[in-house]
């Protein structure tokens, strides 16, 4: 294991114990304050994800999105997400790692992106589950045109400094239950 995936492999470990224990706590005002930075994305394709575990849960905001709403379904190991159209009342089937994903829907390509994490940093760097595949997506989402990730976790989640690499995408913003948190990049 190289030093920079061990070091990965650790703060995922003290990230999950600390978003356990959020989770146990409730999440507060999280989508309110959500829903409050969502408001200028009115109408645009966006993309929630369904819960798994102890993260956060968007889905009263994804809900509430006057816009289509896309979660991500999993093609393979090394290739970006795509997105599969979702309303509170789709048929879901399970899906990769545990996530559901709708049983029939038409792909979408969202301009904004709520993103589940295990961690994040000020610098607006989050820590997922190791495959990289919110790092692509967004790179490729980018790369197309405007594309804005938010990170929405617990406040517990936030750690010192995320360690990363040349590959990992930066959030625009991230929503915890205490509110907005503007990333200072670089």
Avoid at 61 to 76: F, K, N, Q, R, Y
Avoid at 81 to 104: D, K, M, N, Q, Y
């Amino acid at each position: 294991m190289t030093d920079l995936a061990a070091l990965k492999a650790e703060a995922r470990k003290a990230a999950f114990a600390a978003r356990k224990a959020a989770f146990a706590a409730g999440q507060g005002d999280a989508c309110e304050h959500l829903l409050a930075a969502l408001m200028r994305f009115e109408g645009a394709p966006m993309a929630g994800y369904l819960p798994i575990r102890t993260e956060i849960d968007p889905r009263p905001a994804m809900a509430a999105h006057l816009g289509p709403v896309g979660v991500p379904v999993i093609l393979g190991e090394g290739q970006p997400l795509v997105f599969r159209t979702w309303t509170p009342e789709a048929a879901l089937i399970p899906g990769p790692f545990g996530a559901a994903i709708p049983e029939t829907g038409a792909e979408i390509t969202p301009r904004v992106l709520i993103v589940p994490l295990v961690a994040f940093d000020r610098r607006g760097y989050r820590l997922g589950y190791g495959g990289g595949f919110y790092d692509r997506t967004l790179e490729r989402l980018r790369a197309a045109g405007p594309a804005t990730a938010i990170g929405f976790a617990f406040a517990a989640q936030e750690m010192e400094a995320v360690p990363t690499e040349p590959t990992d995408q930066p959030l625009d913003l991230i929503v915890t239950e205490r509110g907005p948190i503007y990333p200072q990049h670089g």
